[in-house]
């Protein structure tokens, strides 16, 4: 199956500064990707979808300003979490969908553990 | 706009014993059914998928789910669970749009296999 690489798998960082995560289709050409956002023992909960050289739309309730997402190229989209505070700590979670006929499957990303302290 | 509702949250089960796992969903248009699998601190894993055609779908790991649409159900099904199958099982929907469709996910399921 296709692969989707999400790096980094974990990261701590101090309150205030920015972090970047990295979602990669390896194998195939991510017409639309998602960005998840997982609190323990919680569902997914979809906080964007990002089409290639496009605005990303964002859920209701997710500030876009804080989360900037950037899909720059059909293999590439970037989650940027901004001046990150303690409740910003979560697991992220990327995934990635082939447009055309075969739009009908997201391959998910390992996810990102992102603590902020 | 889709939604999934998964009725149990836990489901403690016996080794060796079958196991059913429950989802409905919502939907005004042509759906996709999904049910993945999620390990602890790990990406998910795509267990089954029913796009059209035969209601009875086979997965991996000795998974099935079958799609009722008169039901609006997509349970999850397995004959013999392992302890390996100790895990949180997620159900999820997409419409048949395009590629940019949501995937929506439901609340989550935790199986706990009892040796």
């Known amino acids: 199956g296709a692969v989707v690489s999400q790096h980094p798998s974990w990261v701590i960082c101090k309150s205030g500064t920015s972090v970047k995560i990295e979602c990669r289709s390896l194998?195939?050409?991510?017409?639309?990707m998602f960005w998840y956002r997982q609190f323990p023992k919680q569902s997914l909960m979809l906080m964007a979808t990002?089409?290639?050289?496009?605005?990303?739309?964002?859920e209701q309730g997710v500030e876009k300003d804080k989360f900037l997402i950037n899909h720059a190229s059909l293999t590439l989209s970037t989650l940027t979490v901004t001046s990150a505070h303690p409740e910003d700590s979560s697991f992220y979670i990327c995934?990635?969908?082939?447009?055309?006929?075969?739009?009908?499957?997201?391959?998910f990303g390992q996810g990102t553990r992102l603590t902020v302290v | 706009a889709q939604s999934v509702t998964q009725l149990d949250s836990q489901v403690p089960v016996f080794e060796e014993a079958p196991v059913e796992l429950r989802c409905n969903y919502s939907?005004?248009?042509?759906?996709?059914l999904f049910w993945y699998v999620q390990y602890p601190n790990q990406g998910l894993q795509l267990l089954l998928k029913?796009?059209?055609?035969?209601?009875l779908v086979k997965g991996i790991n000795g998974f099935e789910a079958e799609f009722n649409k008169s039901q609006t159900s997509f349970h999850l099904r397995k004959p013999s669970v392992h302890i390996s199958d100790t895990a949180e099982y997620f159900c999820?929907?997409?419409?048949?749009?395009?590629?940019?469709?949501?995937?929506?996910f439901g609340s989550g399921t935790r199986l706990s296999i009892r040796p």
């Open positions: 995934s990635a969908r082939e447009g055309g006929a075969r739009n009908t499957e997201a391959f």
């Open positions: 194998d195939f050409q991510a017409t639309t």
């Open positions: 990002s089409n290639e050289g496009s605005k990303a739309t964002y």
């Open positions: 939907s005004s248009v042509s759906v996709y």
């Open positions: 029913y796009l059209s055609g035969s209601t």
């Open positions: 999820a929907v997409s419409d048949q749009g395009s590629s940019a469709s949501k995937i929506i």
